[in-house]
């Protein structure tokens, strides 16, 4: 499994934006596709979905751009990549509507691919925005 460009880079603006948190009123896709090395129409992009998604806020005009719209705290991996890519589905078949699969109608796994797509939902829940961000990082045992 991989994330897909667009949402690695909105989890990288994310980040550079938590950073920011409280230091400044708001921040502008410029400036952060300039710190990030993420392409300019492609930051543009992504925070008109982050903001349809609340989780920035953005605002027009003069003194205008964003902001994130919850402490980074209570943003979380999960929120981010589905603002990006929808909801978090290993596979199609999970999805309502036609699917192109010759063993739709005798798959045996298929029931159990929602409690597959819940764990990893739940391991992306699980990171938060703030730890992210944090200097710190925790080496896994």
């Not at 897909?4 to 708001?26: E, F, P, Q, W």
């Not at 402490?71 to 991996?77: K, R």
């Not at 796994?109 to 703030?130: D, E, I, M, T, Y």
Request: glycine fraction near 10%; charge should be neutral.
């Amino acid at each position: 499994m991989r994330l897909s460009s667009l949402a690695d880079y909105a989890v990288v603006l994310m980040t550079a934006a938590a950073r920011h948190c409280g230091a400044v009123g708001r921040l502008n896709a410029t400036v952060l596709a300039e710190e990030t090395g993420v392409p300019l129409p492609t930051a543009q992009k992504l925070v008109s979905r982050l903001s349809a998604a609340g989780l920035i806020e953005s605002a027009r005009g003069t003194g205008g751009g964003f902001r994130l719209a919850r402490p980074p705290a209570t943003i979380s991996l999960a929120d981010i990549v589905e603002a990006v890519e929808g909801p978090i589905a290993l596979t199609s078949c999970v999805d309502m509507g036609d699917h192109e699969c010759a063993m739709e109608g005798n798959c045996r796994v298929k029931p159990h691919w929602n409690v597959v797509n819940q764990a990893v939902r739940g391991a992306l829940a699980g990171v938060s925005l703030a730890s992210l961000v944090s200097e710190r990082q925790e080496v896994l045992a």
